[in-house]
């Protein structure tokens, strides 16, 4: 019995002295601030914050603690200072409120800002008016989840991206809403990451911005809406399935805009109603399967410098210009896609079309080689010239053709 | 000069061939409109009607018109009427059928599906179209007396309007690529006014920005309300000189 009760005072001891403490901060609680009750904090502690405004200038977290806000606290930057920085890992930040950051090009204020921390988690916060959302610097394998934020900047230079990663690895970015910023979410030099069911609209610039991050994925996204669309560039192994990219429509707005991309795959999305679906420039060995244009400008623009390619059972459907190019010389393959405008017929009931289908028309060539031709966009003229071209071929490119045309739209 | 005016009027409407015409356009609006999943995507497929049928309706039946009242022409002149007064009234008569059942065949099915500042450009634009058409019809027919003549020369000129100028642009385009050809494409728009009506209702939709940086400079200058109000000078200048040409050589015809 006394060995019994020995052990028993022993566990309890031990559990009380490695027990996490729980901080409270309220106005009823021990601690008014925040700041404080980290200072009061060691590692392994819980901050339980209660709701209220708190206008703390910058809260400093430079301890492994979890902070939680109770129904959605406040935190005001009173359009001066960047709210929360974190610079210890294993943070978690859940449940806040955080609103008005200040303004500063020079050092990139944000709402919430990691500096190179590991496994940090941030949780459904709302993020108001701030100037940079959440950026990560230097971090790896942190959580970024189901934040929401919402910027009212009026000029690019007014206003900072949503999530902006920079120089991180292994990070998680999943079902964020992020709008009103100048790029929803903006990745440089990350690596093996992955963008999950996050929705990005009426960004200024892109929804999605990607520049030298290798092998990341990106999937099940929606960007509707934004100013340019989105654009992956200088980049390898990115792999981008079932994403929605919607009503990009603009002068200069894309899908996605793809710039010196390799080995990568597009699979599964839909593009409906662009001023381009894709645009690809000097992309090479990419893979675009199983998406559906729909209604878009341009669905694809190839340019010259692209090579090995296979874009193959797509779907391209109602689109003013299928695919649209600037040389003769095609290094990528169109077999085996579903185009409405084929006209084509099949004898033998395979499904498959028995002569060519060329998706280039020769009002798009023309428009490619001189832009001023766009002045006869949609005349009888180009109609009667598109159709003669059909018959024979002369100007458009003699590779760029679907050999394999399906007659029957896939299921998508 | 109403008298005048009225008859011709009166005339015109009761005939079979503008009535059909007016049921005509009416149908294909209404099936447009219904057939299209969106009444933007109705207005595009709109004014490729507006612009190919409208104007060729317009120059042929007007021409016709106008050989097949010949004898009624010649009657008139011979009766105390300056002959301004008669050739005007022929036009307004005319003018005012074609765009009257223009209006009842496009605008009433635009105003009901699609009553946004694209639909009624569009009624505008139609409008002003079937008006020049009748202009250079009545240019075309008092030139000849041989009726296969006219109807060939107003055949002519519409293929001219619709097709043959689209083509000599692009030559030059392409000609002169190497030069700035911002300046001449406006100015090059001016000179036809399919081109021009077709560029006017284009930059009010949501196409326009497939224009690119040609939509970009056609919308600098007629995007604008002074640009706007140009783009209707300029259109009724077409009008007026084309009757006035014809006026002039109706008045020294020897009957």
Redesign the interface.
């Known amino acids: 019995m006394n060995r019994k009760i020995f052990i028993l005072t022993g566990l309890l001891l031990v559990r009380f002295i490695t027990d996490a403490r729980i901080i409270r901060v309220g106005k009823q609680q021990q601690f008014h601030t925040i700041s404080e009750a980290i200072t009061a904090s060691v590692n392994g502690d819980s901050i339980l914050v209660e709701y209220g405004i708190y206008k703390e200038k910058n809260i400093d977290i430079n301890k492994s603690i979890t902070l939680l806000g109770m129904h959605y606290p406040v935190l005001d930057g009173e359009h001066k200072y960047q709210i929360i920085s974190i610079k210890a890992d294993h943070v978690t930040l859940k449940g806040f409120r955080i609103e008005h950051s200040g303004v500063s090009s020079l050092d990139d204020i944000a709402a919430i800002k990691i500096y190179s921390c590991r496994e940090v988690t941030i949780s459904d916060n709302i993020i108001n008016d701030t100037f940079f959302g959440i950026y990560s610097q230097s971090s790896v394998n942190c959580l970024i989840e189901n934040n929401r934020l919402t910027a009212f900047g009026k000029t690019e230079q007014q206003s900072g991206n949503g999530i902006h990663c920079w120089k991180s690895d292994s990070l998680r970015i999943i079902g964020n809403t992020v709008t009103g910023h100048r790029d929803g979410i903006y990745f440089e030099f990350v690596t093996n990451s992955v963008i999950w069911r996050n929705d990005s609209y009426k960004n200024m610039r892109y929804g999605l911005h990607f520049m030298f991050s290798n092998n990341d994925a990106y999937i099940s996204n929606i960007f509707r809406n934004n100013g340019a669309g989105v654009s992956v560039m200088f980049t390898h192994g990115v792999k981008m399935f079932n994403n929605y990219f919607e009503e990009n429509w603009g002068d200069a707005a894309y899908g996605i805009f793809l710039k010196e991309i390799s080995d990568s795959y597009i699979s599964g999305n839909k593009f409906l109603r662009n001023t381009s679906g894709i645009f690809m420039e000097g992309a090479s060995r990419i893979r675009v399967e199983k998406n559906e244009f729909k209604d878009n400008g341009w669905a694809m623009k190839i340019q010259a410098s692209c090579m090995d390619n296979v874009i193959t059972n797509n779907n391209f459907e109602g689109n003013t210009f299928d695919v649209g190019t600037n040389g003769t010389l095609v290094m990528n393959s169109f077999d085996r896609n579903y185009w409405d405008k084929y006209e084509g017929y099949d004898l033998n009931r395979d499904n498959i079309g028995d002569i060519p289908y060329r998706p280039v028309s020769l009002y798009s060539m023309i428009v490619e080689k001189n832009p001023a031709a766009m002045m006869l966009y949609r005349s009888f003229m180009t109609t009667l010239l598109d159709k003669s071209e059909k018959i024979l071929p002369t100007l458009t490119p003699e590779n760029l053709k679907d050999n394999y045309p399906l007659m029957k739209p896939l299921h998508l | 000069m109403k008298k005048i005016t009225k008859y011709v009027l009166t005339d015109i409407l009761r005939n079979k061939i503008i009535i059909g015409y007016t049921i005509f356009l009416l149908l294909i609006s209404l099936s447009l409109f219904n057939l299209e999943d969106s009444a933007s995507k109705g207005l ?1 497929s709109l ?2 009607i507006i ?2 049928i409208v104007p060729l309706v317009s120059v042929i039946f007007s021409t016709i018109y106008i050989y097949n009242s010949a004898e009624f022409i010649e009657l008139l002149v011979s009766q105390p009427l300056r002959r301004k007064q008669l050739w005007s009234s022929l036009f307004i008569g005319l003018a005012g059928s074609l765009a009257l059942s223009f209006l009842i065949g496009i605008g009433i099915p635009v105003i009901i599906y699609a009553a946004t500042d694209t639909g009624y450009i569009l009624i505008l634009m139609g409008t002003l179209l079937t008006v020049i058409f009748v202009a250079i019809a009545m240019f075309a027919a008092v030139f000849t007396r041989d009726k296969a003549k006219g109807i060939g020369l107003s055949i002519f000129l519409w293929l001219y309007f ?2 043959l100028f ?2 000599l ?2 030559f030059v ?2 000609q002169f ?1 190497d030069y700035p ?2 300046k001449f ?1 406006i100015i ?2 001016a000179f036809n006014p ?2 021009l009506s ?2 006017m209702v ?1 930059l009010k939709m ?2 326009s ?8 400079v ?1 919308r600098d200058f007629f995007g604008t309300n002074t640009g706007f109000i140009i783009a209707i000078a300029i259109l009724t200048g077409w009008v007026v000189s084309v009757f006035w040409l014809s006026l002039r050589k109706f008045n020294r015809k020897d009957m």
Request: proline share 0%.
């Open positions: 595009l004014l490729n612009l190919i619709s097709l689209d083509g642009v692009l385009l392409f690529q050809l911002e494409m090059a728009s399919i081109d077709r560029i284009l949501d196409t920005a497939l224009m690119g940086y040609t939509g970009a056609f």
